[in-house]
Every structure is written in C-alpha cells, then in structure tokens.
C-alpha cells in the first residue's frame, strides 16, 4: 500500500498559480488511479481531479474544468496538480489519494479510493 505526501500549498492572489505535489512511496504506485480532493471549511470534501493508472485518462469537477490540470510520473511516483488563474473560492485543503479504478475513465464513481494524504493549504486572496 502507498503512503502519500502532498506539498506546494501556499498564500497566493487571485489569477496566480500554484502547482500541487503528491509523493508516493512503495512499488505499486503505478497500479492506482489517482485523485485530488478539497475541503473547504464547514464544507463537505470535494473531487477535483482524477487522473488513471497510465496517465491516459483525466476527469475534472466543472468548476476547475481549463484552469487545472492533473498530471503524472509514474517514475517518479509523484502526482501533481497545476493550478492557473486561481480564485478565492478554490481556498482549501487539498488531499492527493490513491485508488482502484473500475472503467476506463477516472470518474468520481469509478474509482475507489483507499489511501489518503494529509493535505496542503491553498488560500487564493481577492
């Protein structure tokens, strides 16, 4: 089973950038879907990307849909999440996590997570 470490958070303005890390230890990593997740405060924890075992495959909540892009390195056993023209409303906790994927497409519904980070703060200014 993976273990994973999310970094790059940050205090950042509206309409910056910022680009997540997620760290994944053990031999397997390539065997999992991987997924980023938020959790604003009072808020219940939200999907925001997916990207499948291969790198093929990505699947966005709408509201990130052309401003974040999930990618990965499976050589390098890292995830990573860029994150353009940000709002104050992306302000959040984000969580990287690992999961089993059953479809072709990596859909909140067809990959079930097993394994979770601790989460990076994102806070986007106005």
């Known amino acids: 089973q993976v273990q994973l470490v999310e970094s790059g958070g940050g205090l950042v303005q509206a309409g910056d950038s910022l680009r997540l890390s997620c760290a994944a230890s053990?031999?397997?990593?390539?065997?999992?879907?991987m997924g980023w997740f938020r959790q604003a405060p009072g808020k219940e924890r939200e999907f925001v990307a997916a990207?499948?075992?291969?790198?093929?495959?990505?699947y966005y909540t709408e509201s990130v849909k052309g401003r974040f892009t999930i990618s990965r390195d499976n050589a390098k056993n890292m995830v990573y999440l860029q994150m353009n023209s940000l709002k104050p409303e992306d302000t959040a906790v984000y969580l990287c996590?690992?999961?089993?994927?059953?479809?072709?497409?990596?859909?909140?519904?067809?990959?079930?997570?097993?394994?979770w980070g601790q989460g990076t703060q994102v806070t986007v200014s106005s």
């Open positions: 996590a690992a999961g089993y994927q059953y479809g072709v497409v990596p859909t909140p519904t067809s990959v079930q997570y097993k394994v």
């Open positions: 990207i499948s075992r291969s790198g093929g495959s990505t």
């Open positions: 053990g031999r397997t990593f390539s065997s999992y879907a």
